[in-house]
């Protein structure tokens, strides 16, 4: 089967996804597939990013870097395929922080980066760099150049990201978020260029938590706003099959804020930011309810298993865009 299938017969312009981790790297994979090369421009939330052993590390932007360049952990979903551990095992010998995985090979792109960043480069600098090193055609780059810290208020308190997600095992019972840093930071420039383009095709809100993936991204000064004057279409691809998060802690987190565990409270949470949704077969009895919000549905196969998936995913979704678009 031929996986570099023509992106339709789209016109060019730029093709916006919005992504977290795991979840959004699958379709920017697939979307990655589709002939777009430098037209794909892939804008990765920096909420889960901190300081750690005197690294800056980037979660959800290394989890995207590393699955377009097919270096990932296919089972894990973040870090690198082939990974050793020999430093963890050290640094746990010797009574080192060490909640936090950073595998030998991961620990290059830290370091690499912390220094860089030291040197006074920027971090869509440093991820040029990067990407381009690893051969990614598609522009990846940060939501920011400037920190943006996700913190989740919990019923124990406030918690950064990674704390509460990796140290604490997501846990504590969620009650709401805070993005520290958020109202003074600019969206990065070539996201802001892309907004901006006439020739803008689409925004495509991968399917993500809806929360501390995609709301950092969103909540960018501006960037909703510019979201709604664009004439291309919005369509967000559901993170909640059946009830349940894909991966990840979205449904867990929707039951504690008191909202319904559903594709269609997700449809609810963007709400008139949307044209479109895609939502799942298993949840196609709430299709109705969507178009009922003024949100064009489009039910499919989200669950991507298979490359073959991402990629039939991502023309399904251009297909959509194509469709909505002005
Ligand atoms: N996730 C985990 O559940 N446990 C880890 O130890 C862990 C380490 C890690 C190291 C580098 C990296 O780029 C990602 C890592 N992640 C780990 C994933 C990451 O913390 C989360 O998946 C995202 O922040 C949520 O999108």
């Given at each position: 089967m031929?996986?570099?299938?023509?992106?339709?017969?789209?016109?060019p312009?730029p093709?916006i996804?919005l992504?977290?981790?795991v979840g959004?790297?699958k379709l920017a994979?697939?979307?990655s597939?589709?002939d777009?090369?430098?037209d794909?421009l892939?804008v990765a939330?920096?909420?889960?990013?901190?300081?750690?052993?005197?690294l800056?590390?980037?979660p959800?932007l290394d989890?995207?870097?590393?699955t377009?360049?097919g270096?990932?952990?296919?089972?894990?979903g973040?870090?690198?395929?082939?990974e050793g551990?020999?430093?963890?095992?050290a640094?746990?010998?010797?009574g080192?922080e060490s909640w936090f995985?950073?595998?030998d090979?991961?620990l290059?792109?830290?370091?690499?980066?912390?220094g860089l960043?030291?040197?006074?480069?920027?971090?869509?600098?440093?991820t040029?760099?990067?990407t381009?090193?690893?051969?990614i055609?598609?522009?990846?780059?940060p939501?920011s150049?400037?920190?943006?810290?996700?913190?989740v208020?919990t019923?124990?308190g406030?918690?950064a990201?990674?704390?509460?997600?990796v140290?604490?095992?997501?846990?504590?019972?969620?009650?709401?978020?805070?993005?520290?840093?958020?109202?003074?930071a600019?969206?990065?420039?070539?996201?802001?260029?892309a907004?901006a383009?006439?020739?803008l095709?689409?925004i495509?809100?991968?399917?993500?938590n809806?929360?501390?993936?995609?709301?950092?991204i969103?909540?960018?000064?501006g960037?909703?706003?510019?979201a709604?004057a664009t004439?291309?279409?919005v369509?967000?691809v559901?993170?909640i099959?059946a009830?349940?998060?894909?991966?990840?802690?979205?449904?867990?987190?929707?039951a504690?804020?008191g909202?319904p565990?559903?594709a269609?409270?997700v449809a609810e949470?963007?709400?008139?930011l949307l044209?479109g949704?895609v939502?799942?077969?298993g949840?196609q009895?709430q299709a109705?309810?969507?178009?009922?919000?003024?949100?064009h549905?489009?039910v499919?196969?989200?669950?991507?298993v298979s490359?073959?998936d991402r990629?039939?995913?991502a023309?399904e979704v251009?297909?959509l865009a194509?469709?909505?678009?002005?």
């Open positions: 031929a996986l570099n299938s023509q992106a339709d017969d789209l016109l312009g093709v996804a992504s977290g981790g959004g790297a994979l697939g979307l597939r589709l777009l090369d430098a794909l892939v939330n920096v909420g889960d990013d901190f300081e750690h052993l005197g800056t590390i980037c959800d989890t995207v870097t590393y377009l360049a270096l990932s952990d296919q089972e894990k973040w870090g690198r395929a082939d551990w020999r430093f963890m095992a640094l746990d010998q010797l080192g995985n950073l595998g090979s991961d290059a792109l830290h370091t690499l980066r912390t960043l030291a040197e006074g480069k920027s971090l869509t600098q440093v040029r760099a990067i381009l090193k690893l051969g055609a598609a522009r990846v780059v939501m150049d400037d920190p943006v810290r996700t913190m208020q019923s124990n406030a918690l990201f990674q704390h509460y997600f140290r604490d095992r997501c846990e504590p019972v969620v009650t709401g978020f805070v993005f520290d840093g958020i109202a003074g600019r969206p990065q420039a070539d996201f802001l260029a907004l383009d006439p020739d095709r689409a495509i809100i991968t399917p993500s809806p929360f501390v993936s995609i709301d950092p969103l909540d960018l000064p960037v909703r706003a510019a709604r004439p291309a279409p369509i967000a559901s993170p099959v009830g349940q998060a894909i991966k990840g802690p979205a449904a867990k987190m929707m504690e804020l909202m565990s559903s269609l409270a949470h963007y709400g008139d044209d949704f939502l799942d077969h949840d009895d109705d309810a969507v178009a009922g919000l003024g949100i549905p489009l499919t196969g989200t669950v991507m490359l073959a990629v039939r995913l023309q251009l297909a194509r469709q909505l678009g002005p």
